[in-house]
């Protein structure tokens, strides 16, 4: 077992497809109930996995907070242990935005600029 990916993404492939999940170039081989099979894949421009799971509405209230939690890293400790993980290595490798601020970030991958929009 590789990790979870946002079923959504899943669906919206089919057999054949090639994708990038945890460091790899996958191809979907098929899905049965809840697991998703696939091969190794070499594939020179394969699908970049976007994840709807930041797409839910958050009222102006919660989104402060969220905010005002992301940029203060003495809150940090407040959070699940992955996200407080996964705020020091952006912090380490990029930079958080502060409370007010917006963040959009940008990769190269084949032909085709990926990005990444943090609030």
Known sequence: MLGKIEEGFIENLSPGDTFIFAGNTLRLEGMREA????????????????????????????ADLVREMLSDTKLW????????EWLSIQKEHSILPKKNELLIETFPRGEILYGCLSV
Do not use: E, I, M, W
């Not at 697991?35 to 919660?62: E, M, Q």
């Open 35 to 62: 697991a998703c099979y696939v091969s190794n894949a070499y594939d020179s421009d394969p699908k970049v996995p976007s994840y709807l799971g930041g797409s839910f509405p958050l009222s102006t209230y919660l």
């Open 77 to 84: 400790k407040r959070l699940p242990t992955q996200v407080s």
